[in-house]
C-alpha cells in the first residue's frame, strides 16, 4: 500500500532550523513528483516546495524561498525539506504529497495523489 510518512517536526525557536523527512514506500518513487505543504491555525492548505523525482527541478513558494531547501535521495525513497532561519509564521501542520506529472504549472496544486498524515512544526519566540 502507498504510504508517504513525514518525520522531523518539533519546537524550535525562531532563527533555528528542522529537517522535515518524507519516507515513501508503495509506489514508484522515480515517477513522481514530492511536494511539501503546511496548514496553519485557521489558514488554508499551503505549497511550499516540489521537487520532481522525475527531472530534478526544484520549485518554492516566495514565503520560504531562500530559507527552506528540498532534496531526494531515490536510493531510500525519502525527501527531504531542510528549513533555516525559521519565523513564526512557519508554525504549522507540514504534510508531503506524492503527484504525477507535475511541472512548474502545476506543482502548487492540491491535486496530488498521496498525502501523509502530517507532522507539527512549532517556532517560538
Known amino acids: 500500500e502507498v504510504q508517504l510518512v513525514e518525520s522531523g517536526g518539533g519546537l524550535v525557536q525562531a532563527g533555528g532550523s528542522l529537517r522535515l523527512s518524507c519516507a515513501a514506500s508503495?509506489?514508484?518513487?522515480?515517477?513522481?513528483?514530492i511536494g511539501w505543504f503546511r496548514q496553519a491555525p485557521g489558514k488554508e492548505r499551503e505549497a511550499i516546495s516540489c521537487?520532481?523525482?522525475?527531472?530534478?527541478?526544484?520549485y518554492y513558494a516566495d514565503s520560504v524561498k531562500g530559507r527552506f531547501t528540498i532534496s531526494s535521495d531515490n536510493a531510500k525513497n525519502t525527501v527531504y525539506l531542510q528549513m533555516n532561519s525559521l519565523k513564526l509564521e512557519d508554525t504549522a501542520v507540514y504534510y508531503c504529497a506524492a503527484g504525477w506529472g507535475l511541472n512548474g504549472n502545476s506543482w502548487y496544486r492540491p491535486e496530488y495523489d498521496y498525502w501523509g498524515q502530517g507532522t507539527q512544526v512549532t517556532v517560538s519566540s
Open positions: 521537487i520532481s523525482n522525475v527531472d530534478g527541478s526544484t
Open positions: 508503495g509506489f514508484t518513487f522515480d515517477d513522481y513528483a
